[in-house]
């Protein structure tokens, strides 16, 4: 019988595998192996066993930390999303922040460069605050007189510089400095100057070309004047005793009929002394320089006053104006026509014409000096 056809002998119970975890000191009697095994396959038998409670082991704790390692990143995860929102929330603040202090920054330029301006303003009127008394007070007196000799130009009188000089002498006058003294002697040979200038006096002579004005409507006309009647003359009743004494007293008797009156009767003597008067009161002998304003019209004769009038009125207005050549060209055909046209043995027309000649003269224009010692004075006082 060959050894492949023996029946094999009939092999040993296996025990039952340990536990995971179970170790090999805790194996129960009945699981060591049987008498009969091999002990080489009972070791490696329990290699296995260790090796897979060890690997068990080791993936639920890997498994474990694996757990733990999602959750932390899970965490992690969900801390970065809110610190990026915190972030972004944090940047837009700071942009919105940055604007603000952009704006207030340059509303601080705004502020600091009209605060730099009002500085140099403040400056500047501490500087002219700085300035001392005395060389305010020159410089007002300056400005003044200034003004006064424009005042002097328009109006064609020095007063109004006089009293600029005036005033500014009571003015320096209050100053202690020898420097204003040089400026006050000038000022006086100034007023001095200005003391002695004569000029028209507008207001009175326009108030005579009114008053003569007035007048026109009733000054005589030549033509239209009324032959003056002389008082009859009452010849006195000479007696027969003395012809020659009666003859002599009758007044206006021409000197060659002294003696024919000497052999008339008494009757016929009183008869031609007073033809005579009456001849004399009717016959007027006057001289006329120009003989149409004989010949005038009452109509004429009104034309006559009007344009007289209008040359005063026109006189009146080239005074006002300080027009003198062109007031004197009027004063003059005024009083030529007054001379002319008018009774020149009227009393109201000999004053009318004198006033006239009177105002022609004085309207004459003077010219005006100038305080240039003062204002030199005053611009080397101001340097």
Do not use: C
Not at 10 to 20: F, G, I, Q, S
Not at 90 to 96: G, K, P, V
Not at 185 to 209: C, E, F, H, K, S
Request: no cysteine.
């Amino acid at each position: 019988m060959s050894p492949n056809d023996a029946s094999p002998e009939p092999a040993a119970p296996v025990p039952p595998a340990d536990p995971p975890g179970a170790s090999p000191a805790a194996a129960p009697a009945s699981a060591r192996p049987a008498p009969g095994v091999p002990r080489a396959l009972w070791i490696a038998a329990v290699a296995v066993l260790l090796l897979g409670a060890s690997g068990a082991y080791l993936g639920w704790s890997a498994q474990q930390r694996v757990g733990l390692l999602e959750q932390e990143l899970v965490r992690r995860q969900q801390a970065t999303e809110t610190a990026v929102t915190e972030a972004r929330v944090l940047a837009n603040e700071a942009r919105d922040a940055a604007r603000d202090a952009a704006a207030r920054v340059a509303l601080l330029d705004a502020r600091v460069s009209e605060a730099a301006l009002q500085r140099s303003q403040v400056e500047q009127l501490l500087q002219s605050l700085a300035r001392s008394r005395d060389d305010k007070v020159v410089a007002d007196v300056d400005s003044a007189l200034r003004l006064a000799m424009r005042h002097a130009t328009l109006l064609g009188s020095p007063e109004p510089v006089v009293v600029a000089l005036r005033q500014a002498d009571e003015r320096l006058a209050q100053i202690d400095s020898a420097r204003v003294q040089r400026v006050r002697t000038a000022l006086a040979r100034d007023l001095q100057r200005l003391g002695a200038v004569r000029t028209p006096d507008i207001a009175t002579l326009a108030a005579r070309v009114d008053e003569v004005l007035r007048q026109v409507d009733e000054l005589p006309l030549v033509a239209l004047v009324e032959p003056r009647r002389a008082p009859a003359a009452t010849p006195p009743r000479a007696e027969p005793a003395a012809p020659a004494a009666a003859a002599a007293s009758a007044p206006d008797a021409p000197a060659s009929a002294a003696g024919w009156l000497e052999r008339v009767p008494a009757v016929t003597r009183d008869v031609a002394l007073r033809v005579w008067a009456e001849a004399k009161s009717v016959l007027r002998i006057t001289r006329i320089e120009d003989p149409a304003a004989m010949l005038l019209t009452p109509e004429q004769a009104y034309f006559v006053r009007e344009t007289l009038k209008l040359r005063l009125l026109s006189a009146r207005l080239a005074l006002l104006a300080r027009q003198f050549d062109l007031a004197q060209t009027d004063l003059h055909a005024a009083a030529a026509m007054i001379e002319r046209k008018f009774d020149p043995q009227s009393r109201r027309v000999q004053v009318a014409r004198d006033t006239l000649r009177q105002a022609e003269q004085q309207a004459r224009e003077v010219e005006l000096p100038r305080p240039d010692e003062t204002l030199a004075a005053l611009a080397a006082l101001l340097r």
